[in-house]
């Protein structure tokens, strides 16, 4: 990895404003029109599509886009579409110095682009950055508002970024991109490594794009959920250890309120004539869940049940991870997501 020092002469020097972008999707439809036209004023645009049956490849090629379209012999992830995306960049252009990665289901906010390699240029040590992601429905499902307040975290130098963000080229290729077995949080554990070589992550306060959930059923938040936990299981398996303990909380916090209570309540309950009263340990939770919760009283409640929900699809997750392990199958991707009935849909 490059010295702070050379870094700071390569940028004073070279002071480069020049940018490629990296969009990646499956089914996304009119999603990923919107998402291309967003992100027009980049020198080079890659679409990687993971076997769409929509349309997507078509409607990314009429955008003017360079098309990935990744081999079916492999299993899909974000992780893997990502590094294809980036190392087609780096043949079209080697020397390109920052790289845009955008979800097909997302569109950019006029300002972003050029606020973000500003940022870059200036904050010589930091990998990447990233801004505030909005839900453009909220109002459409509670699930679409949940992912709305799951946006909404704190500025300024943090541990890891999502799947939009601008990226210093360099930075990616010191740490070798994005590791491609890991389904879900891909982009935290590539954090990590970051990290471990000395670079930062930066979250500005400008917003950066508005994500397009189209999540309206219970069934496709549930199974988001279970991804989530299988994401802390592979986490806390990859970079578990001190001082890093990374996603060890979370997945620890799923196997208790997710599995073991459940098994100790049920127990419990086929036991002994008042056993049930282990379950009143989820309404006290569930207090505390609200009082700690900010907004409304009604938002508080709703968010509130919801976290405590999530343990149990959490939970499973975990299984699931474990289950991979020991039976030594390779992680398969989780989908959870509608797909349009139309390029136009």
Same mark, same amino acid.
């Given at each position: 990895?490059?010295? %702070?020092?050379?870094?700071?002469?390569?940028? %004073?020097?070279?002071?480069?404003?020049?940018?490629?972008?990296?969009? $990646?999707?499956?089914?996304?439809?009119?999603?990923?029109?919107?998402?291309?036209?967003?992100?027009?004023?980049?020198?080079?645009?890659?679409?990687?599509?993971?076997?769409?049956?929509?349309?997507?490849?078509?409607?990314?090629?009429?955008?003017?886009?360079? $098309?990935?379209?990744?081999?079916?012999? %492999?299993?899909?992830?974000?992780? =893997?579409?990502?590094?294809?995306?980036?190392?087609?960049?780096?043949?079209?252009?080697?020397?390109?110095?920052?790289?845009?990665?955008?979800?097909?289901?997302?569109? #950019?906010?006029?300002?972003?682009?050029?606020?973000? $390699?500003?940022?870059?240029?200036?904050?010589?040590?930091?990998?990447?950055?990233?801004?505030?992601?909005?839900?453009?429905?909220?109002?459409?499902?509670?699930?679409?508002?949940?992912?709305?307040?799951?946006?909404?975290?704190?500025?300024?130098?943090?541990?890891?970024?999502?799947?939009?963000?601008?990226?210093?080229?360099?930075?990616?290729?010191?740490?070798?991109?994005?590791?491609?077995?890991?389904?879900?949080?891909?982009?935290?554990?590539?954090?990590?490594?970051?990290?471990?070589?000395?670079?930062?992550?930066?979250?500005?306060?400008?917003?950066?794009?508005?994500?397009?959930?189209?999540?309206?059923?219970?069934?496709?938040?549930?199974?988001?959920?279970? =991804?989530?936990?299988?994401?802390?299981?592979?986490?806390?398996?990859?970079?578990?250890?001190?001082?890093?303990?990374?996603?060890?909380?979370?997945?620890?916090?799923?196997?208790?309120?997710? #599995?073991?209570?459940?098994?100790?309540? $049920?127990?419990?309950?086929?036991?002994?004539?008042?056993?049930?009263?282990?379950?009143?340990?989820?309404?006290?939770?569930?207090?505390?869940?609200?009082?700690?919760?900010?907004?409304?009283?009604?938002?508080?409640?709703? #968010?509130?049940?919801?976290?405590?929900?999530?343990?149990?699809?959490?939970?499973?997750?975990?299984?699931?991870?474990?289950?991979?392990?020991?039976?030594?199958?390779?992680?398969?991707?989780?989908?959870?997501?509608?797909?349009?009935?139309?390029?136009?849909?």
């Amino acid at each position: 990895m490059l010295q %702070t020092s050379e870094r700071i002469n390569h940028e %004073t020097v070279k002071a480069p404003r020049r940018f490629g972008v990296v969009v $990646i999707g499956r089914n996304e439809g009119a999603r990923l029109v919107t998402c291309l036209r967003s992100v027009s004023t980049a020198d080079v645009v890659v679409y990687v599509d993971s076997n769409s049956t929509d349309g997507s490849v078509q409607a990314a090629r009429e955008a003017g886009a360079d $098309i990935v379209e990744l081999d079916l012999s %492999t299993p899909f992830t974000a992780a =893997r579409a990502r590094n294809a995306g980036f190392a087609r960049l780096m043949t079209i252009i080697p020397d390109l110095p920052y790289v845009q990665f955008v979800d097909g289901d997302c569109q #950019l906010v006029a300002g972003w682009l050029g606020a973000a $390699i500003d940022f870059l240029v200036r904050q010589t040590d930091a990998a990447a950055v990233c801004g505030r992601l909005r839900e453009r429905y909220p109002e459409r499902s509670v699930y679409n508002w949940l992912c709305d307040r799951e946006w909404d975290r704190p500025n300024g130098e943090v541990h890891a970024f999502a799947g939009n963000v601008m990226v210093r080229a360099v930075a990616l290729k010191s740490v070798g991109g994005y590791r491609e077995d890991v389904i879900a949080a891909e982009e935290d554990e590539l954090c990590v490594r970051l990290r471990q070589a000395n670079w930062r992550i930066w979250r500005l306060p400008d917003e950066m794009a508005l994500h397009d959930a189209a999540m309206l059923h219970f069934g496709q938040w549930w199974r988001r959920t279970r =991804r989530a936990g299988y994401a802390f299981a592979q986490g806390a398996y990859l970079h578990g250890a001190w001082p890093e303990r990374h996603f060890v909380h979370q997945a620890c916090r799923a196997a208790v309120w997710g #599995l073991l209570i459940p098994f100790v309540a $049920i127990a419990a309950t086929i036991a002994a004539p008042f056993g049930w009263v282990a379950w009143l340990i989820y309404p006290l939770q569930l207090a505390r869940l609200m009082i700690n919760n900010s907004g409304s009283p009604a938002d508080r409640a709703r #968010l509130a049940c919801f976290q405590l929900l999530a343990r149990f699809p959490e939970g499973l997750g975990l299984a699931m991870f474990w289950r991979d392990r020991l039976l030594r199958r390779s992680p398969q991707l989780i989908e959870h997501k509608a797909i349009p009935t139309s390029r136009n849909a």
